[in-house]
């Protein structure tokens, strides 16, 4: 299978949820053997609508990046902070 670019992915699925898609960043923190962990950082005023309510959206994200991470034999950590 071909390695994906998993900050691009996160990024294109984060983007639409928020007023400042211009100000989402995703990063690779670090990266040791199949474990991958991602550090998403959005706006102040966009963490609540990444987040959702009870998490929900955070999640969902989650849930989606890990099933790709999956496909692909890795596994994925994601912290999302706002700066």
């Not at 900050?7 to 294109?12: I, V």
């Not at 949820?17 to 923190?29: A, D, H």
Request: with cysteine; aromatic share 8%; glycine share 6%.
């Amino acid at each position: 299978m071909t390695d994906i670019n998993y900050e691009e992915f996160l990024s294109d699925l984060i983007k639409p949820l928020v007023v400042y898609p211009e100000e989402v960043k995703v990063k690779i923190f670090s990266e040791i053997d199949n474990n991958i962990t991602l550090q998403v950082m959005v706006s102040k005023e966009d963490l609540g609508r990444v987040i959702g309510k009870k998490g929900r959206v955070a999640n969902a994200i989650r849930t989606i990046a890990f099933a790709c991470g999956a496909r692909n034999g890795k596994k994925l950590n994601i912290s999302i902070d706002a700066f």
